[in-house]
């Protein structure tokens, strides 16, 4: 095993930090994120003008020079697995995979094996470059186990830099197909006294609220208004469904992107996700509302009817603007051509 020695001079108007200094002045090739420097400095593996420094917080100056001892990345301990894979886009630093409802995107307790991440590890194999110090797949955010549709993962650090970046200041594009109970409409009474929902023009119904790990169930979220992590998602309409309308097809954009956050909201403005058994509760439809085939198909649908089906983002290596879409999986197609009956 060999290691990357980077060497190179503070330049003018440097950060207060030694982090951020180095962070700005490393050779752009190395793809060192400030938390792979702080590990470097707490390592032993950076000098200052030739004495070892162990503090990122440490000052430097314009002109200092730098030393960086950058080992190359260990192999992980995820296990590769030959698990079939639909790839929507692949290049040297990322890829985009259209996982289906089922699969879990990275090892957990009681979900080992079988995952995303261990998929990757065999498909990425010796192309992935290392993240954070380590051959892995650099899991930059996350769909349910049970949701379908598209999502990015890094192969390379400086992907994984740049797109977690993204993905924290909210400028990714991600829309979601869902199917849910009622219809959320402007013209719902209802709906005006529910706290944190709000409509846009358009009949675009704005859900404003924190979300937290729930108090007595450590699995599932909650809403709250004075703690938590601010979330916003946004509900479109797309086809009703009954006589009188009981379901919709609803299209929903996330500006955060929160744990579990479209089927949490959902059911906090009464419209809980079909198939939701965390957050659907014991919802019923009209028996008359729609034909007795789809009631069942309603019933019986084994997940939440929850697709993320388009994503977008800036390539964080060449710049360039990306969009990818997965078509809505088979499950949902049936069940709504069953719903349309």
Excluded at 71 to 76: D, I, T, Y
Aim: glycine letters at 8%; hydrophobic letters at 40%; a negative charge.
């Amino acid at each position: 095993m060999s290691d990357n020695r980077l060497s190179f001079r503070i330049q003018a108007d440097p950060p207060g930090r030694l982090d951020k200094a180095i962070s700005r002045d490393a050779p752009e090739e190395a793809s060192l994120s400030r938390t792979r420097l702080a590990k470097l400095i707490e390592a032993g593996e950076v000098w200052l003008n030739g004495e070892v420094v162990t503090n990122p917080k440490g000052k430097v100056e314009e002109g200092d020079l730098i030393e960086v001892i950058v080992p190359e990345a260990e192999e992980s301990d995820l296990i590769p697995e030959d698990i079939p894979l639909v790839i929507v886009y692949e290049d040297d630093d990322l890829i985009v995979i259209d996982k289906p409802a089922g699969m879990v995107v990275h090892p957990a307790p009681g979900s080992p094996t079988g995952t995303l991440a261990n998929a990757l590890m065999f498909h990425c194999g010796d192309s992935l470059s290392g993240v954070g110090g380590e051959k892995r797949p650099g899991i930059v955010h996350r769909i349910d186990k049970d949701t379908s549709g598209v999502l990015v993962v890094a192969k390379s650090d400086k992907a994984h830099h740049g797109l977690a970046a993204q993905f924290k200041a909210h400028t990714a594009e991600r829309y979601y197909q869902a199917v849910c109970y009622g219809v959320p409409d402007a013209n719902d009474p209802r709906l005006r006294g529910v706290r944190g929902v709000n409509f846009e023009p358009g009949n675009i119904m704005k859900i404003t609220t924190h979300l937290a790990r729930h108090k007595s169930d450590r699995q599932r979220q909650a809403v709250y208004f004075e703690n938590g992590r601010h979330a916003v998602t946004r509900v479109r309409i797309v086809e009703p469904f009954g006589t009188p309308p009981v379901a919709a097809l609803v299209e929903c954009w996330l500006e955060t992107g929160r744990t579990h956050q479209i089927r949490v909201h959902m059911a906090h403005a009464g419209h809980a996700l079909i198939g939701d058994q965390t957050y659907g509760g014991r919802r019923k439809l009209a028996q008359k509302a729609l034909p007795d085939a789809a009631l069942e198909a309603v019933k019986d649908f084994p997940r939440q009817a929850l697709h993320a089906a388009v994503l977008g983002f800036e390539h964080p290596v060449t710049g360039e603007q990306m969009r990818f879409e997965a078509p809505m999986p088979q499950d949902m197609l049936d069940l709504l051509a069953v719903m349309r009956g």
